[in-house]
């Protein structure tokens, strides 16, 4: 077992680089994932047995036909225990939060998958603070019309407190990876924006899970971002302001 980071520079953004390494890695049974950089570099995490490692860095040396690589910089590194090769920083589809003012007040976290929208409810709503652990409770999937509803119901009432696209990743492919238990994924939101780990603490009929904020350049220690940032995305209202019939 062996590991290594590769950045490959050159003409290879934007001419079929991603897609053909994904294949070779899954042809080699390398895992790990490939992405491409701010500065027009293609970045490689790869791992698996030494020859086929070795294999995959021959072909990155190459690249597919439309591909000029100029030069393959590799790196040795820690296996991470990939069980998958992906390709990072792709869109899996959108993301919302809508606070939502019902028996409890909470946050609802939405995540699509696979046509739907996988659904949280979250008593306190998230953090951009990493030493902080919110409560998640698994509830049903809504459908994906539903992410665009603001305004009164029942007796209370919803506001879009964030949305955007978000990227999926991990070591485990998805949706084994939330079948499982625990999931990686990165959210390009108005509010919510870098990675963030849903981790399953109880099983059962009402599933527990744990939304954490993952240390990265976005995450600001210390800061409450449902305080401080409360107002809807779509209409700039608050959930109180809209409760009372204001905006
Ligand atoms: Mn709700």
């Known amino acids: 077992m ?15 680089y991603r897609d053909a390494t994904v ?6 049974e390398v895992m790990g994932w490939v992405r491409n950089g701010e500065d027009g570099a293609v970045l490689v995490h790869a791992e698996g047995g030494e020859q086929a490692v070795d294999d995959l860095v021959s072909f990155l040396r190459e690249g597919p036909p439309a591909a000029r690589v100029a030069e393959v910089a590799v790196e040795p590194t820690k296996a991470e225990g990939h069980e998958q090769f992906a390709i990072r920083g792709v869109s899996a589809g959108v993301f919302v939060v809508q606070e939502h003012a019902a028996t409890a007040r909470h946050f609802d976290l939405r995540l699509e998958v696979d046509g739907t929208m996988r659904s949280w409810a979250v008593p306190k709503g998230p953090s951009m603070d990493p030493a902080v652990k919110r409560l998640a409770l698994e509830v049903g999937d809504h459908s994906l019309s539903h992410n665009d509803f603001e305004g009164p119901l029942g007796d209370g009432a919803v506001i879009v407190w964030d949305r955007g696209p978000y ?81």
């Not at 062996?2 to 079929?16: I, S």
């Not at 294949?23 to 080699?28: I, V």
Request: proline share 5%.
């Open 167 to 247: 990227e999926q990743g991990g070591r485990v492919a998805w949706p084994e990876a939330l079948e499982r238990g625990h999931a990686v994924f990165v959210l390009h939101g108005e509010k919510l924006r870098g990675g963030f780990a849903l981790q399953r603490t109880r099983r059962g009929e009402k599933p527990q899970w744990l939304l954490i904020k993952r240390r990265d350049e976005p995450a600001r220690p210390g800061s409450d971002v449902v305080a401080e940032l409360p107002r809807s995305v779509v209409s700039h209202r608050t959930l109180d302001e809209l409760l009372r019939g204001g905006g």
């Open 23 to 28: 294949r070779e890695a899954r042809r080699l």
């Open 2 to 16: 062996t590991a290594v980071r590769a950045e490959v520079r050159g003409e290879v953004q934007g001419v079929g």
